[in-house]
């Protein structure tokens, strides 16, 4: 049987019956734009993340780049954001006219090194966007002490990380404004495009709800430049029934990723990464990569509760994730590279200035990252499979 990266059939058969009645209670409706649906949806995001506002967007992108309008963020200003995230999250501040100043990544935690981002600071910055990459949450005190200091707006982009938290606290809810997206990969997914922005600041949500619909109040009276960035109630709906699951699906993740870790870290040529070696918490010298067919594990911190949207190895040694992606494939196992390019080396960003290109660590990571089947749905049988194709792999 062939193991996808992931299987969104395999968890909507499981709740089809209570998918299509939030479908029919939708159609029964007539309320097609925004309205009861969308707004129960937003409450019970709000008190599952335990966050003051939340307000229902087209998607995560739009949640984004929301933010930075309503904002004001524009031309002339910088934002800090990682070179290893998705592409949305520099796309957006492209997309405001503003500048984004790449910071590296931690090596081990694949996050954004927070003392890069502290260097990259000049009177421009107005914002940084800490991505919590593949379920785990970045280094948020440093991030906060360093925006604090530099009087910066901090956008949290927990794409991601939907469930995840940092000493206790929600991604998202620790800056001015968090990021979620409703994507089918992600962790809470629709059937379709969705996201949502959150925020604790009762004026700053009162600009986001004004923004999403083209800076109006009054219909046909605006007030500023918004856009359409609406979620419908159709997703709205759908999104209402998975929540309630959302707990054991994460539960699932958290128990496949802690098997795998416990059945290949005892492999020889395998190890975890090394909480030592994280830059976020305290700069070391990073591992040694020259090694040949090495294969490093993600690790979760204590401090972090991990999501694992992806699990993620460090395929290290010449060539050697590619063999892997492919010997995988042979075998029927999906995989994926997150991400091949750092956003830096994209051919749309060949005109950013010659300091933006000294990335060493998110290059190597875009060299190196291999993620590996981690959906809820897997089975026993399936996570034994890959695990015996990866042994087989370094023998
Ligand atoms: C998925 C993702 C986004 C964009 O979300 P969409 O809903 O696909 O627009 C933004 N940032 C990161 C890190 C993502 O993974």
């Keep these: ?165 940092y000493r206790d606290k929600s991604v998202g809810t620790m800056g001015h404004w ?49 856009g359409n960035f609406r979620l419908d109630p159709l997703q709205a709906a759908f999104l209402r029934v998975k929540l309630k699951y959302f707990g054991t699906y994460i539960q699932k993740r958290r128990q496949n990723a802690a098997y795998y870790t416990e059945q290949l870290s005892s492999f020889p040529n395998i190890s975890t990464g090394d909480e030592k070696n994280c830059f976020c918490l305290e700069r070391d010298n990073p591992e040694d990569t020259s090694k040949e067919r090495h294969i490093i594990l993600p690790i979760a911190y204590s401090h972090n509760f991990h999501t694992w949207n992806q699990y993620t190895l460090r395929v290290i040694g010449n060539q050697q994730r590619d063999r892997l992606k492919n010997f995988l494939a042979e075998k029927n196992i999906g995989s994926e590279i997150y991400y091949p390019l750092t956003l830096n080396q994209q051919a749309c960003f060949v005109d950013l200035s010659p300091h933006q290109k000294m990335l060493p660590y998110a290059e190597q990571l875009a060299k190196t990252c291999l993620s590996i089947p981690i959906y809820p749905e897997l089975q026993q049988t399936d996570l034994d499979n890959v695990i015996a194709v990866i042994k087989t792999f370094l023998s």
């Design 178 to 226: 968090g990021v979620y997206s409703f994507f089918p990969t992600k962790n809470l997914s629709g059937l379709g495009d969705s996201g949502m922005l959150v925020t604790q600041d009762a004026e700053l949500a009162d600009k986001a709800r004004l923004f999403r619909v083209h800076g109006s109040r009054k219909r046909y009276f605006h007030e500023s430049v918004g």
């Design 1 to 165: 049987m062939p193991i996808p990266l992931f299987d969104l059939k395999a968890q909507h058969k499981t709740i089809e019956a209570e998918l299509k009645i939030a479908f029919d209670r939708v159609l029964q409706s007539g309320q097609y734009i925004l309205g009861p649906e969308v707004e129960a949806f937003e409450s019970e995001v709000a008190s599952h993340l335990n966050v003051n506002h939340a307000i229902g967007v087209s998607s995560g992108t739009d949640a984004l780049l929301l933010a930075l309008m309503a904002s004001g963020i524009g031309p002339g200003d910088e934002v800090l954001c990682p070179a290893f995230t998705f592409f949305a999250t520099t796309g957006c501040i492209s997309r405001v006219g503003a500048t984004p100043v790449f910071v590296d990544a931690c090596p081990v935690c694949f996050n954004l090194d927070v003392a890069d981002a502290a260097r990259k600071v000049t009177e421009r910055t107005r914002a940084i966007i800490p991505v919590h990459l593949f379920g785990q949450s970045a280094e948020m005190d440093g991030i906060l002490t360093l925006a604090k200091k530099h009087d910066l707006l901090v956008i949290e982009d927990a794409a991601q990380s939907f469930g995840a938290s």
